[in-house]
Structures are given as structure tokens and as C-alpha cells.
């Protein structure tokens, strides 16, 4: 019988095993498709290569200023592909060969938990085998959703794990259905490697959300609007035929689109249909029920990731895992904390956000004050030729703790975590700003936030 | 009278004023060059926007891998330098701008303490004029020191002020003396731009100090091979002479070198020998003497920047000013604290350093523990084509808190304000491991550097 039995290689998986490893458990991972799951092989990693590849297009006509003349270029987005693949290939490998030098058994086949220690799987080949473990932890990840009888078939309607998994070409013309994250990301990843982008989106504004404030989606549609990306808020797809090798799309709004492909990007739900056949509890939307321990309704039998219902990032999920570990195999057990997850969309800008925004922070009755500053004055932005977006730091009034961040522009998915700190630690707006910041440095932001706060206002 | 006159209008006096005038302060600066002073002119912010630069170009054989294929390119050094013009002139405008609308007076002349309260300013011209001010600030900043006989001309021996405010062209042989951080700085950015390149360094290793660890200067060695750079340890001058267009230049070695130019990079030392005639107390460097509140010997002159005797540093500098406006015109007065003082190189890698290092912690009589993790398998990094690199943490073995950390590679100089946060906050391992970091960010590294000692290790 094995410690533990990890179903589901993504990044919760792959932090079990890290942690597992390291407390010397004897462990068995049972993964159908290839290791790293979505996150590394089809949704992240792929994401934040091309995104990276994007930004150094959108770049290319600013390097004159640094004295590097480009007499042309052309981009071509199959060989970004072969990059892309390369550099996952490297990163699946470390971890393949990380499981073959610990002597980790994989079981390749879909798993199923048929007991309380019990998790069968069944192969491509139709065989089943059937192994035992004394914990077992449900790490089977989410899927993409459909909509309104938009269907993806892998050719004309594709999801974004076609998308960043396989396709080798862009279309000519390409229609996203889903102004959110992921519907953003691929829309300036798209746009910059050639594609004649149109979104859609349901709502009154991109990236609609509660953590979003309205200024934010306002500052991206200027901006999409600049890189030419087309988007239609409140509408969506009435109907569509392919007609030839194209798609004959009608919107709500009356207008009709010709595109080459329709990318669905319209949310993900739990991975959970067949995942037990012993009545593991489940909601209406399929998340596993798991107290604030990770434990389903079997003590033995925890769950992590997208598959409970917390939110759907990868870094929640390993975070989970780790907490689940934890409370299997240590005397001291903790209880999920999901109240300093930091997020980041990789889009046009990069945003990013940690902790209450003012909204939420009124809804808790907290009365908030907030610090603003623009990239457009910090130095290191400037020699960067990166100076546009802002940070804005919202603070409870009474006792001017930091109690949440917002920051759009560059590297704002690394300098959301010193933020993220400061929230934790509690920190007020004074040592904010009586902290020494390398100089010069993007972090500086932070500095000059609080000036207004904890010495006067300029104007 | 002014309720304060700020002689030099550097980072220290730029950051004085930013409060002074946010206090509602009636205040005067005395300034004989250009505001900003040398970081903004001729150092930190120049050199930031070369290496910018430089960076890129070292990118560009890497692009291919984005599909971005590049037929051809030029490097065009003189076309940088004028984008370092705009890049700067535009910061520097922005603060004339903002000193205009505030009615600030600019006094442009070199600033003379003649009376305790009493400024004399001497024009271009020889005339004078006398300003009276309750508190008088000095930030007058360093001047580059030079060393055996090598005297700069402007011509074929210079200054990093030269370089950086004023070079058109670069040498297409050049010898820099001193292999420090300027030094390794500028051959990175000169190797970029197409010069040859030789280092001598007096010591055994480039970037030779107590916080830098032998093995990251192994490491900059390496690169600086890989690209071509040369560098001359445990080696210095002896002589040069002019003949014709070029020098000859022997060195202690007893090789001979023909260069076209000679940058001097050994240092700098207070700008402070006219600083007054009322006797301000100075230390035998030239370094004025503060007490912890930055006073001098008269209690309404306060010091700060380059002139003081702490690290030379543009951002100390701000600091050391946040804290004198504090101690002249609040009730309560602060200490001057120099523990965490973040800094960071920007050279063929960035290596940014905070706290303590582990040779330190053992001269302290702490018992030392480290976290390392390399950027090899970090998936930010790998999608960004630029996993080179490392973190190391240092830890009191005894409590586990964090109390050093030292971070070569992708955004060093950012990241390491997590962990001054970090230590700043007594954190330790187990609540840095315990912290969600957003995935993919190169801030997980922090993470996976603290596994060995929280859970324990893998091999």
C-alpha cells in the first residue's frame, strides 16, 4: 500500500510530489495525459511563453531608441510554437526525470478512487489495474466550458488548450468569444503574431470582475483599441456555419463576421464526472466538497486544485496541495487561507492584484484611502521605455495598514508580492514609505505611493 | 528667510524637496549643474537605460525562438546615446516642471555655507549672493577620484561621468580601470555595443567585497569570457603615453596594451571640500560629520547622500533626506538605519544583494543556514529565455528567520525587495514557504528556496 496516491499530475500533483518526496513517502501518480497537466502543457506556461514573444513584437519599433536598427523582420508563429514546445519539453523533462530518479511508479491511465484506499485505472487499451493507497489526494484539474451551442471541434471552433497546446498556425481572422483572462491574453498574444482579432464578450467591459475596478478594463480597451483588437462588450454569438473555409458568424447585435476560426474562452469547470464511484460529495457544480482541512467526506481522501471550489489558479492549487500534505501526514494540521492570493493577467499590460480592492474593502465596512502613482515618473520604467500604468494601494483609513494592491504595467506579476508581504505583515503606509528602496528601481512605486498619505499632497 | 536652503539637487536633494514641498515648507535649492544631479545626469539612470539597451542586443540571436526573425541589424551607439538623452531630458523636465509650478527658486550656482544660516552663491560670472534659511541641507553629492598618475582629460582618459552624460562614440578599444560595479557595468554595456574590452582589477576578483560572494564573481567572470569581455586580475597600470591616436598603456604585468581610450572607474569621494568656511566638522576622507539624526556639528545643517560617510548610494541618499526633513521639522526625530539597504549591479547578469551573507552573519556570531535555488527550472524564467542564475536565503539557524538574501539573474533587482520585506518583518522559512506566490512568477523562487529547510531535502 502506498502513502499516497496523487491523481492528477498538474501543478497540485507535482507539489504533492515535491513535498511528498521531500518527506521521503513512498507515493504513486496516476496521470493520463502528460505530466505537468493544463497549466504547464496547455494553459500558463504556454500563455506567458507566446505573451513573452508578443511583448518583444509590440517592442521591436521602440529599439531604435536604444540604437539597434532592425532593417526588417517577419514573425512567424509555427516557429514560436517549436520554441514554445521546446522549452516545455525541457521543463516536463526535468520533472519525468526528477520522478525516474526517485523511482516514483506512474500510472498512465485515467483514475478512478472505487474504495476509500482504492484508485483504479484504466488504461488506453480498455485494461484496468487497481492500486491502494493510504491517503489518497484528487488532483484532476477543470476543463473548458461551452456555451450557447458553440462546439468546439478542434478545426473552426477551438478552446485555448487547442489553441496552446497545438495549433501551428494562426487564422487570418479570428473571433474570441470571451473578453476574461484568458480571452484577453489570447486576444494581444494573437494580435502581435498577426491575426486580425475580434472579442466578444457578454458583459459591459473586458476582464469584468469584482477584483477589476472599471478603470482598469478602460485602460485595456484604450489599449486594444491602439494595437488594432477589435471588441464588442454586451454581445454574444447568436449563430454560426461554416461556409467554405470560413465561419459566418451573426452577433446579438445584428452584425455579421466572416473569421477563419472561433475561440472559445467562456471559463472552465471541475474535472469531476467519473473521478469516484464511492460517493465522494460534490456540489451542483461538481467541486468537491472539502472542509477547511482539504478532507473530502473521507478523512483519508483529500482534494486540491481546480476541482474544489476556491479560485481556479495554479498557484492555489499547489498551494492547496501543500496544505493537504501537510495535513495528512504532519501532527499540526492548518487550515486553507485564501486571503493573500495574488493574481496577474498577461495581456496588453501586464495587472495585477493582491488583498481587497476599495469595493471589497467598503462591502467588509472598512473605510479605505487609497495611494496612487504612475510608472510615468519612476526612472527604471522610462529606461525601459515601459512607462505606462500605475500602482494603487488601498489602506484601512483607521490604521493605515495596507490591505490591498493593484498594479498595472510592467512586472507588475513580481512586484504584486512585495505588496502581498506588506499585507501580511501588516504593514502601515509610513514604513511603506520609510523603507529603503534600491534605486533606481520599479519597486520605488511603492515609496511614492504613500507620499501622499503619510506626508501631504503635492497639489 | 527660507525655512530651508538644499544645496544639490541629486537623488538626496530631489527627495528632500519632494517632502519639503508636500510639507508646505518655503524652501530654496542651490544647484550649479543640472538637477538631478549625477544619478539622474551622468550615472545610475544613464547607465540603467545603456544596459537596457545592451541587454536587448544580447537578446536579439535568442528572438528566433519567438519566431521573430531578425534579417539584419546595426548598433548604433551614438542613436542610444541620444534616446539616453530624451529618456533623461524628459525625467529631468518633469522635475523643473514640477519646481516651476511650485515657485520653487533655483538658485544655479555653487552653494557656500558662510554663516549658519547663511548660503553664498557664486554664479559663472564670479558674482555672489547670500540666501538665509533656518535649515540648510548639504547634498552635494561625490566627484570620481582617481588614482596612480591616471589622470582623466576627457579625451583619451575619462571619467563614468564622461561616458555616461557626454560619449558620442565608443572606442573600439577600450580599457577600464577598475573592476568594480561601475566598472563591470560599463565594459558590459561597451562589450554590447561593439568595443573590445579590457578589465585590470587590482584585487583577485572583479566585484570584490565583503557582500559579494566569491562564487557570483566566478560566475561574472564566466559571462564576461563567453562574451568576449577581458579582464586582468591582481593587475594595474604602470603607465600610458599618447602616441598618435591611440595609448599605449603598460601594465603591472608587464604586458602592453594599445587601447583608444581609458575609462577610470575607482571610486569617488565626498564633494565637500568648499562646502563652507564656518567649520563644518569633516572626517579625513572628507566626509562630513553627522550624528545619527544627520546632523552635523551645527544642529539646523543636516547632511546627507554621498557626502555623508554611508554607502554611496543614490537611494540612501533619498532615504538619508526622507530622514533629515523628518528630524529638522517634525516633533518626533528617527535614527538613521543603514541594516537593510537593498542594492543591486546591473552588469552581464543583475545581481541584487539585501541583509546579511552568511560570512557576515558568522562575524555577527550568528549561526547561519541557506536556501538556494537556481532559475533553471523556473518556468517565468524559462518562458523568458533567461533562466541563468540563482537565489540564495540566509537564515538564523537558530529562529529561521531570514536575515540575508543575495539574487543573481531575471530581475534581481526588484525581487529583492521581497525578501528586504521579508526580513524586515522577521519572516521565517516556513512562512516564506508557507506564501502564495502567483504561478508562473519568478517570486516562486523564493518558495522553492525554502523547501530544503521546511520540509526537507529532495537529495
Redo the contacts between chains.
Keep these: 500500500m502506498y502513502d499516497l496516491i496523487i491523481i492528477g499530475m498538474g501543478?497540485g500533483g507535482y507539489e504533492a510530489t515535491?513535498?511528498a518526496?521531500?518527506?521521503?513517502l513512498n507515493i504513486a501518480i496516476v496521470e493520463k495525459s502528460k505530466i505537468g497537466g493544463n497549466?504547464?502543457n496547455r494553459a500558463?506556461?504556454p500563455t506567458?511563453?507566446y505573451?513573452?514573444?508578443a511583448h518583444?513584437?509590440e517592442k521591436?519599433p521602440l529599439?531604435?531608441?536604444?540604437?539597434?536598427?532592425?532593417?526588417?523582420?517577419?514573425?512567424?508563429?509555427?516557429?514560436?510554437?517549436k520554441?514554445k514546445d521546446?522549452?516545455i519539453g525541457?521543463?516536463r523533462k526535468?520533472l519525468s526525470q526528477?520522478l525516474k530518479?526517485k523511482k516514483v511508479p506512474v500510472y498512465k491511465g485515467t483514475g478512478k478512487i472505487v474504495g476509500q484506499n482504492q484508485v483504479q485505472i484504466t488504461y488506453e487499451d480498455g485494461k484496468t489495474e487497481t492500486i491502494e493507497g493510504k491517503y489518497i489526494l484528487v488532483a484532476t484539474g477543470s476543463i473548458p466550458v461551452s456555451i450557447g451551442g458553440i462546439v468546439p471541434d478542434g478545426k473552426y471552433v477551438i478552446t485555448t488548450e487547442d489553441y496552446l497546446e497545438n495549433m501551428e498556425q494562426l487564422p487570418e481572422n479570428l473571433l474570441i468569444v470571451g473578453g476574461g483572462v484568458a480571452g484577453c491574453e489570447l486576444a494581444y498574444i494573437s494580435a502581435q503574431?498577426g491575426s486580425k482579432v475580434t472579442v466578444v464578450e457578454i458583459k459591459d467591459r473586458l476582464l469584468s470582475s469584482d477584483i477589476i475596478s472599471p478603470d482598469i478594463s478602460r485602460l485595456l480597451q484604450r489599449k486594444f483599441k491602439k494595437l488594432g483588437i477589435e471588441f464588442k462588450l454586451e454581445t454574444s454569438v447568436k449563430d454560426y456555419k461554416v461556409s467554405g473555409d470560413k465561419i459566418v458568424v451573426n452577433l446579438s447585435d445584428g452584425s455579421q463576421l466572416k473569421v477563419d476560426k472561433i475561440l472559445l474562452s467562456v471559463g472552465r469547470k471541475p474535472n469531476t464526472s467519473d473521478i469516484d464511484n464511492i460517493g465522494i460529495e460534490k456540489d451542483e457544480r461538481g467541486f468537491i466538497k472539502t472542509n477547511s482541512y482539504l478532507q473530502t467526506n473521507f478523512e483519508n481522501i483529500y482534494a486540491c486544485g481546480d476541482v474544489v471550489n476556491s479560485p481556479m489558479?495554479?498557484?492555489?492549487a499547489?498551494?492547496e496541495a501543500?496544505v493537504a500534505l501537510k495535513n495528512m501526514f504532519d501532527e499540526k494540521k492548518i487550515e486553507v487561507d485564501y486571503s493573500?492570493?495574488?493574481?496577474?493577467i498577461f495581456t496588453a499590460y501586464e495587472i495585477?492584484h493582491v488583498g481587497l480592492s476599495e469595493q471589497q474593502a467598503k462591502e467588509k465596512g472598512i473605510e479605505a484611502i487609497s495611494g496612487y502613482y504612475p510608472f510615468?515618473?519612476n526612472?527604471?520604467a522610462?529606461?525601459?521605455?515601459e512607462s505606462d500604468g500605475f500602482v494603487r494601494l488601498v489602506f484601512d483609513k483607521k490604521t493605515k495598514h495596507v490591505i490591498g494592491a493593484t498594479i498595472v504595467g510592467i512586472?507588475a506579476?513580481?512586484?504584486?508580492?512585495?505588496m502581498?508581504?506588506?499585507i501580511?505583515?501588516e504593514?502601515t503606509a509610513e514604513e511603506i514609505?520609510?523603507?529603503?528602496?534600491?534605486?533606481?528601481?520599479?519597486?520605488?512605486i511603492f515609496l511614492y505611493a504613500t507620499?501622499?498619505i503619510v506626508?501631504?499632497?503635492?497639489?
Design positions: 501543478p515535491l513535498t518526496l521531500r518527506k521521503k497549466c504547464l500558463c506556461i506567458k511563453y505573451r513573452a514573444g518583444q513584437i521591436l529599439l531604435n531608441k536604444y540604437g539597434i536598427n532592425l532593417s526588417s523582420n517577419s514573425i512567424d508563429f509555427l516557429q514560436a510554437k520554441g521546446e522549452a525541457f521543463l526535468s526528477l530518479a503574431y489558479l495554479a498557484h492555489v499547489s498551494y501543500r493573500l492570493v495574488p493574481w496577474s495585477a510615468t515618473y526612472e527604471k522610462v529606461d525601459e521605455l512586472e506579476s513580481e512586484l504584486i508580492h512585495v502581498a508581504y506588506a501580511r505583515n504593514m514609505h520609510d523603507f529603503i528602496y534600491f534605486h533606481p528601481s520599479l519597486s520605488e507620499y501622499d506626508i501631504g499632497k503635492l497639489f
